[in-house]
């Protein structure tokens, strides 16, 4: 899965930094000076990443995020040279994934966005591909098909690799707290899950008395 980045900042000089580092990581890289050109680029392409600057002329970041939204939820970090955390909790508040002040060290900012993107994409585990944007997961390179239940399931367990999650906090995270089951059907979403995954299913481990728990490294 090829990974498109938006990178939105009136200033020639970091776009071009960004692009920089970021092409060198293997993605791609689309570039706007202002809030308009972003909105414009974001409803014409697949965007699968967004870098955007708050001050900037013509429109600035805020209200290019919050039109963005209106669009299509994709994970963005918000690049400003104000610190205050009013501003931070403005960002948040609409919608901001992260937050990042000027001036910035690349290397760091960039070793954010890849673990951002990781989160969001898993683009790093070769045998287990979610492929978010076509809604599609690969297990070793063949394509399985999911109901969008447990494509979330997948996607909450991925983005959570490493923690133990109970049946109470997945029943709310994937189903929704207005769901009118019970946890069982935690139990039998991950059963179903765990069935079209097949060898990969060992991911997935039941953490007794407590809930699961998602690990690639298989236990011996």
């Known amino acids: 899965m090829k990974i498109n980045i938006l990178v939105v900042d009136d200033e020639v000089r970091i776009r071009d930094l960004l692009g920089a580092y970021l092409t060198k990581e293997g993605y791609n890289i689309f570039y706007a ?7 414009d680029i974001f ?6 990443f967004v870098i955007l600057d708050v ?15 209106k669009i299509k939820n994709v994970p963005t970090l918000m690049l400003t040279a104000k610190s205050e955390e009013e501003d931070m909790l403005l960002a948040y508040g609409i ?6 002040t000027k001036p910035f060290s690349p290397k760091v900012l960039v070793a954010k966005i890849n673990a951002m993107i990781k989160r969001n994409y898993n683009v790093e585990s070769e045998d ?3 492929d978010e944007e076509g809604h599609r997961v690969l297990v070793d390179g063949k394509e399985v098909s999911l109901s969008k239940t447990e494509f979330d399931l997948l996607k909450y367990f991925v983005a959570n690799e490493g923690i133990v999650l109970s049946r109470d906090r997945i029943l709310d995270k994937v189903w929704g707290y207005d ?8 139990d039998t979403g991950i059963k179903r899950l765990r069935e079209k995954l097949k060898d990969k299913a060992s991911y997935i481990n039941t953490v007794r008395g407590v809930g699961y728990k998602y690990e690639r ?4």
């Open 33 to 39: 000076s202002n809030g308009k050109e972003a909105l």
């Open 43 to 48: 409803k014409d392409n697949i965007i699968n």
């Open 55 to 69: 001050m900037m002329p013509i429109m600035d970041g805020i209200v290019a995020l919050k039109e963005m939204r």
């Open 95 to 100: 919608g901001a994934d992260d937050y990042e």
């Open 128 to 130: 287990l591909v979610i």
């Open 179 to 186: 769901f009118e089951g019970d946890l069982r059907a935690v």
């Open 217 to 220: 490294k298989e236990e011996n």
